[in-house]
């Protein structure tokens, strides 16, 4: 019998706000009412113009900030109910960070670069190794291993970033213009790896801004100052 756990939608808001600078005269709405459930091992985008919303949105998804109002529960936890030290460990083993930047410490390899968060989460020093190997094995990487950042191409340079994301085994993964800094093939190459995750059973989350981009998900959601205007499911692939 499946887990009951598993039922439980891995993303899900109420009436989601935020307002910044609330109190003044100079309030910005941000965010206005957001309800939105993500179900377990699904490919969804975000998409949106600049300012409508949806950079805001991924911060209260990924923990990165709190609402001003509504509620927000993360694989099951309630996170208004948790301190900052709790809501760090939340993040920290649930959620993977990919972003459009890759972030990447030049004078590391790939190896170091993806387990620098394993030392975050104390992990034995002669563990670390393996999991990154494997991370990076995972993303079709075992042989650029002992490369660093600038031996590397702009696509394999994110999929490194990915391999981090993914070295503490989170059930999340946000990427926030994941293909912004890359050309086409390699954009291609990276939506194609999404794909595969969230086959293995990961769920990903895509912010993006591009149609193109946001037509690999499974499902979109529009954002328009503030609020969620509109959700449309990807159209089935013609079978050959």
Avoid at 109 to 122: F, I, K, S, W
Wanted: hydrophobic letters at 40%.
């Amino acid at each position: 019998m499946a887990d009951g756990a598993s039922t439980v939608p891995v993303i899900r808001t109420r009436s989601l706000g935020k307002v910044y600078s609330a109190g003044t005269e100079a309030e910005v709405v941000a965010l206005r009412g957001v309800d939105l459930t993500i179900e377990r091992g699904g490919f969804v985008a975000i998409m949106g113009p600049s300012g409508s919303g949806k950079s805001t949105l991924m911060n209260l998804l990924g923990c990165l900030d709190r609402p001003t109002s509504g509620s927000y529960e993360c694989d099951g936890v309630d996170v208004a109910t948790l301190d900052a030290e709790a809501l760090a460990q939340l993040r920290r083993e649930k959620i993977g960070f990919v972003f459009q930047g890759f972030h990447l410490l030049p004078r590391m390899d790939a190896t170091d670069n993806v387990a620098m968060p394993l030392g975050y989460a104390r992990i034995p020093h002669h563990e670390r190794r393996t999991r990154a190997l494997a991370a990076l094995a995972s993303v079709g990487l075992a042989e650029r291993a002992d490369h660093r950042p600038n031996e590397l191409s702009g696509g394999q340079q994110q999929r490194v970033a990915i391999a981090r994301a993914l070295v503490n085994h989170p059930p999340i993964l946000l990427a926030d213009e994941p293909t912004g800094a890359l050309d086409s093939k390699s954009g291609e190459e990276v939506l194609a790896l999404f794909k595969r995750l969230r086959d293995d059973g990961h769920t990903v989350i895509l912010i993006t801004h591009d149609a193109h981009v946001a037509a690999h998900a499974d499902r979109t959601y529009v954002m328009h100052d503030g609020a969620l205007v509109a959700a449309t499911a990807a159209t089935p692939e013609p079978q050959p």
